[in-house]
């Protein structure tokens, strides 16, 4: 893969979770292209293995469900014993359901037939919070312990919903705004062992899980694609490889030594315009 620029991370041992998706996929590529023994964890053993395949040597695909943590155990004891001791983990599992997700952008009295924030099912609340909190949580818990000695590196994946909620997707929109609070919960908690966390927060980008969202059977641009693009001053969608510049910036100790709790927006704009 090409890369924007290239940092030194050939002593770095790397998890990445929900690595089998199109991002942490191509962010796990990034980091073996600079040298770190990478690890990909998914749910979708298929998946990971895929993008482990692409890699070659210095990765593993690792089945793991996020949400259990005996899973997570059992996935560290192979990375451990493939790798040797974690100092570096992307968050990167997380996602939204169809249960937590209105039809309607705005509640009007008269509105009937659809499913609106009164129909939204509980579960999928519970779904979406544990997809993307819990999972962030277990997965530091677990890992993190080998990093408290040596020093790490901790990268979690926000969103542009946790700055600007978006319409029609309530739960996904809290969730990742209690990733940013989680995020800087923990560079002040792990700030003492030197292990930096920051986050990531994307913009607007064509991924496997928001296709069906953003284009309709035809490909054509649906109506929410139309207002996304309206507000991002750049008019456009980001590109994966956007992402990949502030992924090594985080990465290397040398360039961002210095930085911990922050949420990094890569969003073409959108969380800086007001809409006029």
Known sequence: MKLPFNVDLKNKV??????????????????????AKVALLDINEA???????????NA???????????SIIDAKKIVNAKFGKVNFLINGAGGNNPKATTDNEYM?????GVKDFFALDES????VFDLNITSAFLVTQVFAED?????????????????????????????????SNFTQWLAVH????????????PG??????????????SGNPTPRTEKILNATPMKKFGEISDLTGALLWLADDNASGFVTGTVIPVDGGFSAYSGV
């Open 14 to 35: 790397a998890v990445v979770t929900g690595a089998g998706g199109i991002i942490c996929g191509e962010f796990s590529k990034a980091l073996a292209a600079c040298g």
């Open 47 to 57: 998946a990971a293995q895929k993008m482990a395949d692409e890699i070659g040597a």
């Open 60 to 70: 593993v695909a690792v089945k793991c469900n996020c949400l259990d943590k005996a």
């Open 108 to 112: 009007t009295p008269e509105l009937g």
């Open 124 to 127: 999928g609340l519970k779904f």
């Open 147 to 179: 990093m408290v000695k040596t020093g790490g590196n901790i990268i979690n994946i926000s969103s542009m919903n946790a700055y600007r909620p978006l319409t029609k997707i309530p739960a996904y929109s809290a969730a990742k705004a209690g990733i």
């Open 190 to 201: 792990f700030a003492p062992c030197n292990i930096r966390c920051n986050a990531i927060a």
């Open 204 to 217: 607007f980008f064509v991924t496997n899980q928001n296709r069906g969202l953003l284009f309709d059977a």
